[in-house]
């Protein structure tokens, strides 16, 4: 079968960072200026942010990272990395703090971005100044939602099976993500590639697994914690990204963000899906450029 390169689509060369235990992280760095930190779910990579790292470091310094076992970083055993929100919080933070971005930062989350992202944003205010959600969330479900059903079959006990052998959480993603196009091959194969084997999989499953729906759940209290500390970024300016064809992170989620920040900035699309990043990048870029330049003449931020 014919390999197609996709180093047009990602013509970055990544950097390399120990989190500790040997384990490497690789994130791209891009840029100079005012850092925007690009903060990828599952079971994507940082391929996920090509056009903004592109179009945003003409500008800005753009991070993007790869969680472990994600992208080009390394894949552990679970016996050495244990695959929980806590531990990526941790990387993300420790990261932020190995490249002394301490304050002026833009977050940009996608999908368990959002916990990630914001749960690093809430134990340090002073090192973000914008803060972007696109299709995410930062606290648990709240009465009157439902866990997504799409997401059933994942948990249950075929869940291994279906995402580590037959790679159905991948190909299902990049088949219902976008809702207004098609991938091109080149698309396709960039965020295939980190993924080639069932051993590659493992964090995917582990994110489907790590899922904090109830207090039974390992990383419930670590969701609890970053909801809390949601309070300490209420200051910050939100801009909400929004594709409506989202049958994990639906309207509901959209919803309850402006609940949080009634004077959030929303874009929201009706016929876009999932991966809106990779439905309007032309659309979102100017958004993206508008609602920094304005805030930071608003705010004050230097």
């Known amino acids: 079968m014919k390999q197609f390169s996709f180093s047009e689509e990602y013509p970055f060369t990544g950097k390399s960072w120990d989190r500790g235990d040997g384990i490497r992280l690789n994130y791209v760095d891009e840029g100079e200026g005012e850092p925007i930190i690009c903060v990828h779910g599952n079971p994507t990579w940082s391929f996920?942010?090509?056009?903004?790292i592109r179009g945003l470091s003409t500008m800005n310094r753009v991070i993007a990272i790869d969680h472990v076992g994600c992208g080009l970083s390394d894949k552990p055993q679970p016996e050495d990395y244990d695959y929980r929100l806590n531990s990526r919080i941790e990387?993300?933070?420790?990261l932020l703090d190995h490249l002394g971005i301490d304050s002026g930062a833009t977050l940009i989350a996608h999908d368990w971005g959002g916990?990630?992202?914001?749960?690093v944003a809430g134990r340090n205010p002073d090192r973000f100044s914008h803060l972007v959600a696109v299709n995410t969330a930062a606290f648990p479900l709240q009465p009157g939602m439902s866990f997504p059903p799409i997401l059933g079959p994942a948990r249950g006990f075929l869940g291994e099976w279906l995402i580590r052998k037959a790679n159905a959480f991948l190909l299902g993603t990049l088949f219902i993500g976008v809702k207004t196009r098609k991938f091109s091959r080149a698309e396709r194969a960039g965020y295939k590639a980190p993924?080639?084997?069932a051993a590659d999989r493992l964090a995917i499953h582990r994110f489907v697994e790590d899922i904090p729906v109830s207090a039974a759940d390992p990383s419930w209290e670590t969701l609890l914690q970053v909801e809390r500390n949601l309070d300490q970024l209420k200051h910050l300016p939100l801009l909400l990204l929004w594709g409506e064809k989202d049958p994990v992170f639906n309207n509901d989620f959209r919803d309850h963000w402006l609940k949080l920040w009634p004077e959030a900035?929303?874009?929201?699309?009706?016929?876009a899906g999932h991966l809106l990043l990779d439905e309007f990048p032309d659309r979102i870029l100017p958004i993206v450029r508008k609602f920094r330049t304005e805030h930071r003449v608003r705010g004050g931020v230097v």
Request: hydrophobic content about 35%; glycine content about 12%.
């Open 91 to 94: 990387d993300l933070e420790g």
């Open 48 to 52: 996920h942010f090509r056009n903004m």
């Open 115 to 119: 916990a990630i992202g914001f749960g």
């Open 265 to 271: 900035q929303v874009h929201s699309w009706p016929e």
């Open 195 to 197: 993924y080639p084997t």
